[in-house]
């Protein structure tokens, strides 16, 4: 079966530009995460969507981040006035759920997009 | 909210040692103990993890042990090998570790 895929793989653009990423998560997964990991760090959570309920928002650096999640699975992850500190990795990552607390299943990640910002 | 730290950062052992690295976590409430392998360009991948009734679990030669009241649990890899190369992060709940660069040596 397929695994998460984002799009694009790649991404340059220049300060003060929108992005929007995207991340399709596997079928049947109803959790999905978004990450940020900087060259040669580790990762740092932005995002955690489960099901139909309030998205876990508390990871996100700044209010030029949002999320969206449509119809339980393809999230977009958009960044507004893009600045150069935004350059890094943007890994998606999905999971299923069993009414545990958050993030109690092996998570299953995408290859990232990799963001330049001129 | 949850905090993982790490430790060490970077970890070097000859081919056949034996590898171990340490987290801690903050939150109580934390269940689930994963632990990924990150290799160089590649997507984190879980290598095993750890539920909060069990004190340790073992795959071939990785095990996991888990101290509950200590906030803490560990990743042992035995008889590492080349290919066990590669940043290893640990998490807990929506947090992860800063991770661990290990090299195996020849």
């Known amino acids: 079966g397929a695994g998460v895929s984002q799009s694009p793989s790649n991404k340059v653009t220049e300060k003060g530009k929108d992005v929007e990423l995207r991340c399709d998560p596997i079928?049947?997964?109803?959790?999905l995460y978004w990450y940020r990991q900087s060259l040669g760090q580790g990762l740092e959570f932005l995002i955690y969507?489960?099901?139909?309920?309030?998205?876990?928002k508390s990871g996100l650096p700044s209010d030029r981040f949002s999320a969206e999640r449509t119809g339980g699975s393809v999230s977009t992850l958009t960044i507004q006035r893009t600045q150069q500190e935004d350059s890094a990795v943007y890994l998606c990552?999905?999971?299923?759920?069993?009414?545990?607390?958050?993030?109690?299943?092996?998570?299953?990640f995408g290859d990232g997009t990799r963001l330049s910002i001129l | 909210g949850e905090n993982v730290e790490q430790h060490p950062s970077t970890l070097s052992v000859q081919e056949g040692d034996s590898a171990v690295i340490k987290c801690t976590y903050s939150?109580?409430?934390?269940?689930?103990f994963p632990w990924y392998k990150q290799e160089l360009g590649k997507r984190p991948q879980l290598i095993i993890d750890?539920?909060?009734?069990?004190g340790e679990k073992k795959d071939q030669r990785i095990a996991v042990t888990l101290n509950k009241t200590a906030k803490h649990f560990s990743l042992h890899i035995t008889e590492t090998q080349p290919e066990d190369s590669a940043v290893y992060f640990c998490a807990a709940f929506l947090r992860f570790g800063a991770g661990t660069r290990l090299t195996v040596k020849p």
């Open positions: 969507f489960q099901g139909n309920s309030a998205p876990d």
């Open positions: 750890i539920r909060s009734n069990v």
């Open positions: 990552a999905s999971s299923f759920y069993y009414g545990g607390q958050g993030s109690d299943q092996p998570q299953h």
């Open positions: 939150d109580s409430a934390s269940n689930y």
């Open positions: 079928s049947g997964h109803t959790a």
